[in-house]
């Protein structure tokens, strides 16, 4: 297997990840639009007391994932650059 290449598992552990982190910011997007633009894109039926911050949250949380593989990722590249 090539060396640039990531084993089946692995990679589909960052598709997950990658598709968690774009709807996380879809949410974080709808919920920033719907406090500070006023445009309700969430439908009525939908709605309840808070849910812009409560969307942004959502969002925040389903980043998660995928800032803690960029880190991780990053701390392996600084690790083996230094040996």
Request: hydrophobic share 50%; net charge positive.
């Amino acid at each position: 297997m090539a060396a640039g290449r990531r084993h089946g598992k692995e990679r589909n552990l960052e598709t997950v990840d990658v598709s968690l982190d774009l709807f996380g910011t879809v949410l974080i997007t709808l919920g920033l639009v719907e406090l500070f633009a006023g445009l309700l894109l969430v439908p009525e039926a939908l709605r309840f007391p808070y849910y812009g911050p409560a969307l942004i949250a959502a969002g925040v949380v389903l980043s998660i994932p995928f800032a803690a593989d960029v880190i991780r990722h990053v701390r392996r590249v600084r690790a083996a650059d230094t040996h």
